[in-house]
C-alpha cells in the first residue's frame, strides 16, 4: 500500500494552489459583494485556466479515435484538483475550469460536434436538469415527460434550482419517457416553449443562479436523446455519483482544511488574558478535532477515487464521503466561527462566508439522510464487512 503522491501528482497540485492563490483569490469579494462578476474577468480566468492545461480535467484527451481535448486525469489525479478547488469558492472554479457532465460522453454521431466537444473546449456551457418542485431526493418522481412524435420528442413540465441555469447553452434534462422510464435530453436554450423562471436566492453560494425552468410543448430533435432511451436514471445517477465525490467531497476537504488553516492562525495571532487563545485547552480541542476529522474525511476521498481508477463499483463508498465530508465541513466552519468570535460573525472576514456556503454541502446531490439510508440498506443486505477492506 502506497500512500505517496508522485512528483506529477504534487507539481499539479502547486500549479492549481498558485493559479487560485494568483487568479482566484483576489476575485473573491467582488463577487461576494457584486453578486456577479465582470464578463471580462471571467473570460480571462477561463484564458488562463485553460494555459494550464485543465479545463474539462475529467474528460479524456480523445473519444472515438479524435482528440477530444480534455485533460484526461485518472480520478485520484482530478480529486486531487479538486481539493485546492476548495480552497475558493465554486463559481469562481466554474468560470476557469468548466463543469463537463460525464454523461456527455454517451454521445454520438453528430452529437458529439454539437454537445460533447464545445461543452469541452469551454464554447458552450452546460448544466444538468433533475430537480422539481414535486421531486427533489425522490429523482425518479419527476413528473417532466417526453414524447416521442414525428419529429423527434415533446418535452412538457418543470425544474428548479438548476445551478448555473441562466447562462447555460443547453442542459441535460431528466424525463419520463415511459410509465417507469426516464431518459436523458439535451435541451438548447432558446427553444420554443422553453422558459426559465426566477432565480432563486439562496443562503449562500453567490453568483451562481439556480433557476427554474418550464418546458411547454418543447420539440426536441431526434438526436436530442443522450444514450439509450430509458437509460436517464442510470445516465443521472452516474453523474451524480462522480460529482459527490469531486465537487463534493474532495472540495468540501479542500474548503474545510482551508478556514481549518484561517481558524489555527487566529488562535496563534489573537490574544485574550495575556496569552494566545491557542493556549486555552478549549480552544485546541476544537482546532484537534477539526484536523483529526479532516484527514479522515481526505483519506475517505482518496480512497473511493482510486477504487473508480480500479474499475471497482465505489457507490457505497462515495455515499459515505458524501456524508462525511459533508459533515466534516460544517462542523469545521462552526467551530471556526466559535475561535473567531465576533469576527466570526461579522462580514469584515470571510468565515460567516464560509459559514454559509458550506450549509448546502449537505443537502444537494443527495441529502445526508438519503446517503446514510443508501449505506444502512447495503450493509443490512451485504453485511457489516462490505466496508472492511481485507474482506
Ligand atoms: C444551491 C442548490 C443547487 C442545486 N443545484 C441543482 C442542479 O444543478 N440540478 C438539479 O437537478 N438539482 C439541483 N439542486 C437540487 C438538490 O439536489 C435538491 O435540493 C436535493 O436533492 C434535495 O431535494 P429537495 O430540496 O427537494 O428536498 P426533499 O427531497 O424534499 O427533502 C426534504 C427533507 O426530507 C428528507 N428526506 C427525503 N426523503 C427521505 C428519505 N427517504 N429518508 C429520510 N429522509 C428523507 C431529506 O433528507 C430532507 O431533510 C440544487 C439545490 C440547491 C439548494
Known amino acids: 500500500m502506497d500512500f505517496a503522491l508522485n512528483d506529477e501528482q504534487k507539481m499539479m497540485i502547486e500549479t492549481v494552489r498558485r493559479f487560485i492563490a494568483e487568479e482566484l483569490k483576489p476575485l473573491e469579494d467582488e463577487l461576494e459583494t457584486n453578486g456577479e462578476l465582470a464578463k471580462e474577468k471571467a473570460k480571462t480566468i477561463y484564458r488562463k485556466a485553460k494555459n494550464l492545461g485543465l479545463y474539462g480535467m475529467n474528460m479524456p484527451e480523445t473519444f472515438e479515435g479524435v482528440s477530444l481535448g480534455g485533460a484526461?486525469?485518472?480520478?485520484?489525479?482530478?480529486?486531487?484538483?479538486?481539493?485546492?478547488?476548495?480552497?475558493?469558492?465554486?463559481?469562481?472554479?466554474?468560470?476557469?475550469?468548466?463543469?463537463?457532465?460525464?454523461?456527455?460522453?454517451?454521445?454520438?454521431?453528430?452529437?458529439?460536434?454539437?454537445?460533447?466537444?464545445?461543452?469541452?473546449?469551454?464554447?458552450?456551457?452546460?448544466?444538468?436538469?433533475?430537480?422539481?418542485?414535486?421531486?427533489?431526493?425522490?429523482?425518479?418522481?419527476?413528473?417532466?415527460?417526453?414524447?416521442?412524435?414525428?419529429?423527434?420528442?415533446?418535452?412538457?413540465?418543470?425544474?428548479?434550482?438548476?445551478?448555473?441555469?441562466?447562462?447555460?447553452?443547453?442542459?441535460?434534462?431528466?424525463?419520463?419517457?415511459?410509465?417507469?422510464?426516464?431518459?436523458?435530453?439535451?435541451?438548447?436554450?432558446?427553444?420554443?416553449?422553453?422558459?426559465?423562471?426566477?432565480?432563486?436566492?439562496?443562503?449562500?453560494?453567490?453568483?451562481?443562479?439556480?433557476?427554474?425552468?418550464?418546458?411547454d410543448n418543447v420539440q426536441l430533435e431526434g438526436t436530442a436523446l443522450l444514450g439509450e432511451q430509458g437509460q436517464g436514471f442510470k445516465l443521472a445517477m452516474g453523474a451524480l455519483n462522480v460529482v459527490r465525490l469531486a465537487q463534493v467531497g474532495a472540495r468540501a476537504v479542500g474548503k474545510a482544511s482551508h478556514v481549518c488553516e484561517l481558524m489555527v492562525n487566529y488562535a496563534s495571532d489573537r490574544h485574550q488574558f495575556n496569552t494566545k487563545i491557542g493556549d486555552f485547552q478549549m480552544v485546541q480541542q476544537q482546532i484537534s478535532d477539526s484536523v483529526i476529522e479532516i484527514n479522515a474525511a481526505r483519506w475517505m476521498v482518496y480512497h473511493a477515487a482510486w477504487m473508480l481508477d480500479q474499475g471497482l463499483d465505489a457507490r457505497e463508498q462515495i455515499a459515505m464521503v458524501k456524508v462525511y465530508a459533508a459533515e466534516t465541513l460544517g462542523r469545521v466552519v462552526d467551530r471556526a466561527v466559535q475561535i473567531f468570535g465576533g469576527m466570526g460573525f461579522c462580514k469584515e472576514l470571510p468565515i460567516e462566508r464560509y459559514y454559509r456556503d458550506a450549509r448546502i454541502y449537505r443537502i444537494f446531490d443527495g441529502t445526508s439522510e438519503i446517503h446514510r439510508g443508501v449505506i444502512a440498506k447495503s450493509v443490512l443486505k451485504k453485511g457489516a464487512v462490505l466496508f472492511d477492506v481485507n474482506r
Not at 435530453?185 to 449562500?204: E, H, I, R, S, W
Open 72 to 215: 484526461g486525469l485518472s480520478n485520484l489525479d482530478r480529486i486531487l484538483c479538486e481539493e485546492q478547488f476548495g480552497h475558493t469558492s465554486d463559481y469562481l472554479i466554474r468560470r476557469a475550469f468548466g463543469n463537463v457532465y460525464e454523461p456527455l460522453l454517451h454521445c454520438k454521431g453528430e452529437q458529439i460536434e454539437r454537445w460533447l466537444k464545445p461543452t469541452v473546449a469551454g464554447t458552450r456551457t452546460c448544466a444538468i436538469a433533475i430537480t422539481e418542485p414535486g421531486a427533489g431526493s425522490d429523482a425518479a418522481g419527476i413528473k417532466t415527460r417526453a414524447e416521442k412524435n414525428d419529429k423527434g420528442w415533446v418535452l412538457n413540465g418543470s425544474k428548479h434550482f438548476i445551478s448555473d441555469g441562466l447562462w447555460s447553452d443547453f442542459f441535460l434534462v431528466s424525463a419520463k419517457t415511459g410509465e417507469k422510464e426516464i431518459s436523458m435530453f439535451m435541451v438548447d436554450k432558446g427553444l420554443a416553449g422553453f422558459t426559465l423562471g426566477k432565480d432563486q436566492k439562496m443562503m449562500g453560494l453567490r453568483g451562481t443562479p439556480h433557476v427554474e425552468q418550464f418546458f
